[in-house]
């Protein structure tokens, strides 16, 4: 496939100039100039096409190059025949029409064998040739370093070579462009200044390949030969280091109208990175410092407690020694224990409701019930600790029942003829007094009433009522997880996912607190520990977390997630936020090594031989390397396939093969990953030559 992006002769003139000049001299009405708008898409795949010269097909000045979704827009003459340019695309020329502003342009990619190509009618048999090389990792970033060696016969004095190499994901079909090196011949660098009005220094109105460009040099000619040669070296970041990687060459030779040459090359495949095999493993930490963990806290939860106290007829005190009162003081005394001793409880409020009978005279029996209010109140509060009563708020209320309470006795045992006669009271008055006068005539009043149902409302129930702030309790909190998560407090999921045993549950309840609370710290620090833990990350848990002023353990876990994602480069970043103290040395001297630096290689290198041997391989210390892999275990399928990178590396590949044949014997999925490494994908390409 060939690159849309490649520019030919970017040029830009003075529009205002030309149209006021050439409108003087014909007399053209202003009116015939339109502003011309539109989109250069490639008809194969309908992808817009950046870098395309629109040209007068006449006077092949130029008026616009597209931009990187492939549009433009500029003033011409109507009537205008404007020719659409671009390497690798047969031009094609269309005519402005009165009226038309907006151009949709399609260019059909050009079919042109490679390699074989005219220039003034004489066929070119010498290539220009960069040099064979490695794609190279250090971190995400994938580097490339070549020489492009171009022959005398091929270069004249008004040509440029336009070189763009292309980096290519095999793996997700994935074209990356690489930074461009462009190679001008001395008339034509002079030519752009001279008859474009270019400023080659400004990438803004002159050209904007302007930065890239090399002019040609006696420098720049190759020792012993007659070609020149020209360094090249770029790198670009990946996501995927494992990916399978190729690097593509387009080249192209333009005069100032036409393409002379152009040829595609691979000069890379696969990626050289023997730090694959770096085996590594840390354990992540959970918060210890107190002030990122959620504070305790009590929640307002309401309680309600009976305590039935009988009072004598007519007296305010209760007899304490009653066995009933026996069995309610007793109750309320456990009760005040268990406020008492529960962690973090107190009491809020306490409140006492008492009820006489309405035997006997109303404003006399509220009186009494008061009293009697008045003294339950008192022996309750002789009963709470000073620590626990100190704040709270006692209410009371005390009232007389009335006599429908007496009806609604009756009507239970279904005594009919005596309810209708108090009913019918009831209904002639509605003063308590009055109707306790009438009551009083009635002929059951001392044999049912006074006998049976009034002695059931002097015995005054009165009931505590105490609201406590305390903290939930585990099942409390699953209960209130289980009606609706997002009523829980940060506390509470603290309290929820550090005392469940269940991994699975554990980590929703993390979640869910992610979810309620996404700057929830603590929670997506022992989301990433639960992840760690059996082998995986979420690098993304952290990330807003992580710096200066994060617990060392969040800057800590980030790192340890990002190398384990493979995107060291943003490990790298995270790295200078952890302490750099004896027990992270290791985990710092891996991000090194992974980016990159090797200062402290030794650290790495002590955890074994076989990543001290992958360290040397990355260094290019091959000799070294070779003598390592010597020593490593014999039955394991990497041991020969990193003698088959050693003496692939010393130009014995018929011995490498021989090994890599061993590593598949050992390790068939080895044979993958050797497709994509360019330390060894040759031999299985040229097999034939090295099989014994």
């Known amino acids: 496939m060939i690159p849309k992006y490649i520019s030919t002769h970017t040029r830009r003139l003075a529009l205002a100039f030309m149209l006021a000049f050439v409108m003087l001299a014909s007399g053209v009405s202003a009116q015939n100039v339109v502003r011309v708008t539109g989109q250069v898409i490639a008809k194969g795949d309908n992808e817009p096409l950046s870098g395309v010269n629109i040209t007068d097909a006449s006077s092949k000045h130029a008026y616009a190059v597209t931009d990187l979704d492939g549009k433009f827009a500029f003033n011409a003459f109507n009537g205008t025949t404007l020719r659409f340019s671009m390497v690798g695309f047969n031009p094609r020329n269309v005519k402005l029409k009165n009226g038309q502003t907006n151009l949709n342009v399609r260019l059909e990619e050009s079919d042109v064998a490679l390699g074989e190509v ?12 960069p ?18 060696r171009v022959p005398r016969e091929m270069f004249r004095q008004d040509t440029r070579l336009v070189v763009q190499p292309i980096l290519n994901n095999v793996t997700r079909g994935k074209l990356s462009l690489m930074r461009p090196l462009i190679y001008d011949a001395k008339e034509y660098h002079r030519t752009q200044d001279r008859l474009y009005n270019f400023n080659m220094n400004d990438t803004v109105s002159g050209d904007p390949l302007a930065s890239y460009v090399t002019v040609k040099s006696p420098s720049l000619r190759e020792k012993g030969r007659t070609n020149d040669i020209i360094g090249y070296n770029d790198s670009v970041y990946v996501d995927n280091v494992k990916d399978e990687y190729s690097c593509d060459v387009y080249m192209a030779i333009e005069d100032y109208t036409h393409i002379l040459y152009r040829d595609t090359t691979i000069i890379a495949r696969g990626t050289v990175n023997p730090l694959r095999w770096l085996d590594y493993s840390f354990a992540a930490q959970k918060l210890s410092d107190p002030r990122f963990l959620p504070k305790p806290e009590k929640q307002l939860r309401d309680s309600r407690g009976e305590v039935k106290l009988r009072f004598p007829i007519g007296k305010a005190a209760f007899d304490s020694a009653d066995p009933q009162n026996a069995v309610e003081i007793d109750k309320l005394r456990r009760q005040i224990e268990d406020i008492a001793h529960s962690d973090g409880a107190s009491i809020q409020s306490l409140s006492l409701e008492g009820t006489s009978s309405p035997d006997g005279k109303y404003a006399s029996n509220l009186r009494l019930a008061e009293k009697r209010m008045a003294f339950a109140s008192r022996y309750i509060r002789s009963h709470i600790p000073s620590d ?20 609604s006795l009756m009507k239970a045992d279904s005594l009919k003829a005596e309810t209708e006669q108090m009913e019918n009271i009831l209904k002639r008055t509605k003063n308590i007094d009055a109707q306790g006068v009438a009551i009083r005539r009635l002929p059951f009043f001392r044999s049912l009433l006074e006998a049976k149902y009034l002695p059931q409302l002097r015995r005054v129930d009165y009931t505590l009522n105490y609201s406590i702030f305390r903290s939930l309790t585990h099942d409390e909190i699953k209960q209130l997880y289980d009606k609706d998560y997002k009523q829980l407090s940060k506390f509470e999921f603290y309290e929820l996912f550090s005392n469940e045993p269940d991994q699975a549950r554990r980590e929703e309840y993390q979640r869910r607190a992610l979810e309620v609370y996404p700057s929830f710290l603590a929670a997506a620090n022992d989301l990433q520990v639960s992840l760690l833990g059996h082998g995986m990350s979420d690098e993304t848990l952290l990330e807003k977390f992580v710096g200066e002023d994060a617990p060392q353990e969040v800057n800590t876990n980030q790192l340890i997630a990002l190398l384990n994602a493979g995107h060291f480069s943003k490990a790298d970043s995270v790295a200078a936020f952890v302490n750099k103290s004896e027990d992270n040395r290791l985990l710092l001297a891996v991000n090194d090594v992974l980016n990159g630096r090797y200062d402290d290689y030794e650290t790495v290198a002590a955890t074994g031989e076989r990543n001290e041997c992958c360290l040397l391989l990355a260094m290019k210390r091959n000799d070294e390397a070779m003598a390592l892999a010597k020593k490593l275990p014999e039955d394991e399928g990497l041991t020969h396939y990193l003698r088959a990178i050693c003496l692939n590396r010393k130009d014995d590949a018929v011995g490498a093969y021989d090994e890599l044949m061993k590593a598949f014997e050992l390790d068939l999925s080895l044979e993958e990953v050797a497709k994509v490494d360019g330390d060894v994908n040759n031999l299985l390409l040229d097999k034939d030559k090295y099989k014994k």
């Open 131 to 148: 040099e064979q090389t490695d794609i190279n990792i250090k971190g995400n970033y994938l580097y490339v370093s070549t020489r492009v």
């Open 118 to 129: 005219l220039v003034q009618t004489k066929r070119i048999t010498d290539k220009i040739m």
């Open 388 to 407: 626990l009563s100190r704040e709270v708020a006692f209410r009371s209320s005390a009232k007389v029942a009335p006599w429908s309470a007496v009806v």
